[in-house]
Nanobody
Framework: QVQLVESGGGLVQAGGSLRHSCAAS????????MGWFRQAPGKERESVAA????????YYADSVKGRFTISRDNAKNTVYLQMNSLKPEDTAIYYC???????????????WGQGTQVTVSS
C-alpha cells in the first residue's frame, strides 16, 4: 500500500518557522517529482512548491518565494518543506503529493498525504 505520511504541522506565531516532513512508503518515490500544496478555509487548494526527482529543479508559488524551501532525501524516501517568516495568511492544511512529472498542477499528482494543519497567529 502506497502511503505518504506527513508530520511537522502546528501552531506558530507570525515570523516563526516550521518544518514539514513527508515520508513515503509502499514503493520508492526517488523517480517521482514531489510537491507541497495547501488549502485554507473557503479557498481552493493551491500549489506551494515542487521539486524534481533529482532535486535539481524547484518551483515556488510567488507568495512563498524567499521564505519556503523544498528539499528531498531520496535515500530516506522523504521530502521536506522548511517554512520561515510565517504569516497569518500561510494558515492552511498542507499536503504533500507525488507525481510522475514535474508540475505545480494538482491534477498531475497521483498520491497524496493526509494533510497537516498549520496555524499562524498574528
Amino acid at each position: 500500500q502506497v502511503q505518504l505520511v506527513e508530520s511537522g504541522g502546528g501552531l506558530v506565531q507570525a515570523g516563526g518557522s516550521l518544518r514539514h516532513s513527508c515520508a513515503a512508503s509502499g514503493r520508492t518515490f526517488s523517480s517521482d517529482a514531489m510537491g507541497w500544496f495547501r488549502q485554507a478555509p473557503g479557498k481552493e487548494r493551491e500549489s506551494v512548491a515542487a521539486i524534481t526527482w533529482s532535486g535539481g529543479n524547484t518551483y515556488y508559488a510567488d507568495s512563498v518565494k524567499g521564505r519556503f524551501t523544498i528539499s528531498r532525501d531520496n535515500a530516506k524516501n522523504t521530502v521536506y518543506l522548511q517554512m520561515n517568516s510565517l504569516k497569518p495568511e500561510d494558515t492552511a492544511i498542507y499536503y504533500c503529493a507525488a507525481a510522475q512529472v514535474f508540475s505545480h498542477h494538482d491534477a498531475h499528482y497521483d498520491y497524496w498525504g493526509q494533510g497537516t494543519q498549520v496555524t499562524v497567529s498574528s
